[in-house]
């Protein structure tokens, strides 16, 4: 009984701490957006990695709406769908993917929305700049396919993957992805937070975790005093 109660004991407290790390990351998420959703920077030359995450930007470039991916798995309100990943092809030739919004599934796999975009002249883009989103398990990933028909659908794709669906070198597709202001044209539903839910839930459970600890302590030392007291 007290091996068992030391090990549950330490996976408790374990499981409470992971808890609170992840509530306190999500803090910091709130508090680099707030903070950075502010000032537009315009990108110029600069590589896309040195700048801070949710730096708000502002680009020139040309739409590739002929070739535009699909995440899946993006639930918005209960919903299941798609947020809509479209090429910028920048005045410097690199490339950057821009999260134009979330669509909803429409009920069969076989028929995907319309996302098509023919804008042909050069735009200004403003956004914010953003992480790929990240599988919690890697069975959850699945790449974007390297040929076939477009828009093409995709769950947690790697840079790396999505440069070669396009056809484009490694390097010149930037590593991550600028969300389309809600002001913007050619955007769907946006709405963009940190996280989709905040650190209190995070917090809540670290609280569950701990409580649980503190009543496993609770039973054992009762357990052993009646069992002296019988004795």
């Known amino acids: 009984m007290t091996g068992i109660t030391l090990v549950l004991l330490v996976l408790f407290i374990s499981l409470g701490r992971w808890q609170w790390g992840r509530a306190e990351y999500k803090q910091q998420l709130a508090q680099d957006f707030a903070a950075n959703a502010g000032r537009v920077i315009a ?10 995450r949710y730096a708000r930007l502002e680009v020139r470039g040309r739409w590739d709406g002929t070739r535009q991916f699909l995440l899946d798995n993006r639930t918005r309100d209960g919903r299941a769908g798609y947020e809509v990943l ?14 134009r919004g979330w669509v909803p599934f429409g009920g069969y796999r076989d028929r995907l929305p319309d996302v098509g975009l023919d804008v042909q002249s050069e735009q200004t883009v403003r956004g914010l ?8 398990l890697a069975a959850g990933r699945a790449p974007p396919a390297t040929d076939g028909s477009w828009p093409r659908v995709t769950a947690f794709p790697q840079p790396a993957e999505l440069a070669r669906a396009l056809g484009v070198e490694e390097g010149r ?3 991550r992805v600028l969300l389309l202001d809600e002001s913007s044209a050619y955007g769907y539903v946006r709405g963009w937070r940190p996280s989709a839910k905040g650190p209190e839930q995070n917090w809540s459970y670290a609280i569950q975790w701990w409580s649980f600890a503190v009543l496993l302590l609770v039973l054992y030392v009762t357990l052993n005093l009646r069992k002296r007291e019988t004795a």
């Open 43 to 52: 990108l110029d030359a600069r590589p896309v990695a040195e700048l801070p």
């Open 173 to 175: 597709l930037a590593d």
């Open 129 to 136: 700049l953003d992480e790929l989103p990240q599988a919690g």
């Open 86 to 99: 479209t090429p910028l092809e920048l005045d410097d030739g690199r490339w950057l993917l821009v999260n």
